[in-house]
């Protein structure tokens, strides 16, 4: 991508290409302009200045799948405006690749004292128990000790402190907080079954101690599927009976 102040009608004169302008280059590299071919044209403008035409996006050997300018210069402030563009990443570099997504709720907050000092004393706790600083100075000497005998084992030994350091971390932050939110959110059919399961164990509970509270029974009943018939049962083979196959769809 380049910023390369020069309009496309710039790059020609009286009746040729001028050399070592922006067109020369693409032509003489044996380069491509997905915007030509993708749309067949260039933009109007890829500045705030109307009929500016400055900026180009050349590849070769590969093309995107989508290209086009933003009619914005947010939030870098600029009189250039934004070009976007879609690579197919997995036809690109023949292999897979994870979706985005976002990170779970982090719960650890320094206005809180005591989560500070659970913080504080799991994390030291833990790396003089891995011996993290033993290993980290190990393998900066290995980096910056003249000769390099930095080799691909000690890369791996980098790659394995990162990993352990970071779940250090993520532990102390557990450990700081006893909220769930976002850690692992139930599926629709995961939440209607454990409904139904709470459902049934507090009303064998009820049986157990010859009382129904079926005012709570049904608060519970509203957001699950349970029959008029079932929900009046007492007996205790139906109630059995239906807490069993509940379990049985809990475990599935």
Same mark, same amino acid.
């Not at 996006?57 to 009619?71: D, H, M, N, Q």
């Not at 971390?169 to 939110?181: F, P, V």
């Not at 009303?203 to 049904?218: E, G, I």
């Given at each position: 991508?380049?910023?390369?102040?020069?309009?496309?009608?710039?790059? +020609?004169?009286?009746?040729? *290409? @001028?050399?070592?302008? #922006?067109?020369? /280059?693409? *032509?003489?590299?044996?380069?491509?302009?997905?915007?030509?071919? /993708? &749309?067949?044209?260039?933009?109007?403008? &890829?500045?705030?200045?109307?009929?500016?035409?400055?900026?180009?996006?050349?590849?070769?050997? #590969?093309?995107?799948?989508?290209?086009?300018?933003?009619?914005?210069? !947010?939030?870098?402030?600029?009189?250039?405006?934004?070009? #976007?563009?879609? /690579?197919?990443?997995?036809?690109?570099?023949?292999?897979?690749?994870?979706?985005?997504?976002?990170?779970?709720?982090?719960?650890?907050?320094?206005?809180?004292?005591?989560?500070?000092? *659970? +913080?504080?004393?799991?994390?030291? &706790? $833990?790396?003089? +128990?891995?011996?993290? %600083?033993?290993?980290?100075? $190990?393998?900066?000497?290995?980096?910056?000790? /003249?000769? !390099?005998?930095?080799?691909?084992?000690? =890369?791996? @030994?980098?790659?394995?402190?990162? =990993?352990?350091?970071?779940?250090?971390?993520?532990?102390?932050?557990?450990?700081? %907080?006893?909220?769930?939110?976002?850690?692992?959110?139930?599926?629709?059919?995961? =939440?209607?079954?454990?409904?139904?399961?709470?459902?049934?164990?507090?009303?064998?509970?009820?049986?157990? @101690?010859?009382?129904?509270?079926?005012?709570?029974?049904?608060?519970?009943?509203?957001?699950?599927? #349970?029959?008029?018939?079932?929900?009046?049962?007492?007996?205790?083979?139906?109630?059995?009976?239906?807490?069993? +196959?509940?379990?049985?769809?809990?475990?599935?």
């Amino acid at each position: 991508m380049l910023d390369a102040n020069q309009a496309s009608a710039e790059c +020609y004169n009286a009746s040729d *290409v @001028k050399p070592y302008s #922006i067109e020369w /280059l693409k *032509v003489h590299r044996g380069l491509t302009d997905p915007f030509i071919a /993708l &749309t067949g044209r260039r933009p109007l403008s &890829t500045t705030q200045t109307p009929m500016r035409d400055i900026d180009y996006f050349y590849t070769w050997g #590969i093309l995107p799948t989508a290209l086009s300018t933003l009619p914005l210069n !947010t939030p870098a402030q600029s009189d250039h405006l934004g070009i #976007i563009f879609d /690579l197919d990443l997995a036809k690109f570099f023949d292999t897979s690749y994870s979706d985005m997504g976002v990170h779970p709720t982090h719960f650890l907050s320094s206005g809180n004292k005591k989560a500070v000092d *659970v +913080y504080l004393d799991h994390v030291p &706790t $833990q790396f003089d +128990y891995h011996k993290i %600083s033993k290993r980290t100075y $190990q393998l900066l000497d290995a980096a910056t000790k /003249l000769p !390099t005998n930095f080799t691909l084992e000690h =890369q791996h @030994k980098l790659h394995a402190l990162d =990993q352990q350091i970071t779940e250090i971390l993520l532990a102390a932050e557990r450990k700081c %907080s006893n909220k769930h939110i976002n850690r692992d959110p139930w599926t629709p059919q995961q =939440q209607l079954i454990g409904g139904t399961l709470s459902y049934w164990k507090q009303k064998l509970a009820m049986y157990n @101690k010859s009382l129904f509270h079926w005012d709570h029974l049904n608060k519970l009943r509203r957001f699950i599927d #349970i029959t008029d018939e079932s929900h009046c049962a007492t007996d205790i083979d139906t109630i059995v009976q239906a807490l069993r +196959y509940t379990r049985s769809k809990w475990m599935l």
